[in-house]
């Protein structure tokens, strides 16, 4: 028994380390990184619809590789009726609602050895291919707008990530952050002017944020160790993340945009991680392994307590974000 659950716990360490690898100073302070001025193009492709039902309550997304490979689901807020939305027998993941709760774009490799982006209306179940480029193209956000769409990708064979933008009525997609650094896991603030990110400039990776069109940047954390995950919580006025504080097993914290305020929500063994707030902003979702070694989802309060587990399986369940 103990022998089944040492080789658990080790499987589950390796998936940490891949998923944080994977594409997909004490000062703080304001830095420079030109934006890069070349756009990349892709033509969007009308892919076969595909059928979904769901009711009118509102929904939480989430991905797990409950059957095998990573798949996109969704279910109540409270953890019910969960019911998978994909079925493509790929690594398809990282799924972001649109500001009206009518769309949702995603990552997938159904159709590439690399991940792209696609996007799938709600109301019918049609999916369109956003990108097809040489490297993979991960971790979208849509902006409140609706109108672009901002992701990490790869402009060469280097492991690194810069930050593009996609913008939906043009096509045009535009380098925002050059991958002199990995930059990765963007996020659009509630009213578009701001995109927070994780980045290792200083060595660990930090979360920075800038303007929406890129140039100017500034750190909001500048500790000794990992912080990742940026999500801004609705009305703007927070970010939580994730960070290795203590040892190898990441907790959930939380600051205010400015970068003050930074307040550690969880101190478990287990391992806390991919924060996003509830539509109100009163609630933290994140995934954790506390109850067993699987991944499942969490809810508590926006300033931390008691964790509730919403959802339990064998497969590791990740990323629940919820409706508008």
Known sequence: MMKSF??????????????????????KGSKHLSPIPTPRFSTPSQLPAEAIKIDTDKKILFYSDRTGHMEIYIMNLNGTKPQQLTSYNAYTRSPDWSADGKRIVFESTKDSPTFELYIMDMDTGEVTRLTDNEYDDCSPSWAPDGTSI???????????????????????????????????????????????????WNGNYDIYIMNSTGGEVKALTTNTFDERGPCWSPDGNKIAYWGFEESSNPDIYIM?????????????????????????????????????????????DANGGEAIQLIDNDGADLGATSQP
Do not use: H
Request: with cysteine; hydrophobic share 35%; proline share 3%.
């Open 256 to 300: 205010r945009s400015d970068g003050t305020g930074q307040t550690r929500l969880t101190n478990d063994p287990a391992y806390d991680f991919l924060p996003s707030w509830s539509i109100d902003g009163k609630k933290l979702f994140f995934s954790s392994n506390r109850k067993n070694s699987t991944m499942d989802i969490y809810v508590m």
């Open 6 to 27: 040492i080789i658990k716990y080790f499987l589950l360490l390796v998936f940490i380390i891949f998923f944080c690898l994977s594409g997909c100073s004490n000062n």
């Open 150 to 200: 901002v992701f990490m990708s790869k402009s060469g064979s280097s492991e690194r990530y810069g930050i593009f933008t996609k913008n939906l009525q043009t096509g045009i997609e535009q380098q925002l952050l050059e991958d002199a650094y990995d930059n990765r896991n963007p996020d659009y603030s509630p009213d578009g002017t701001k995109i927070a990110f994780e980045s290792n």
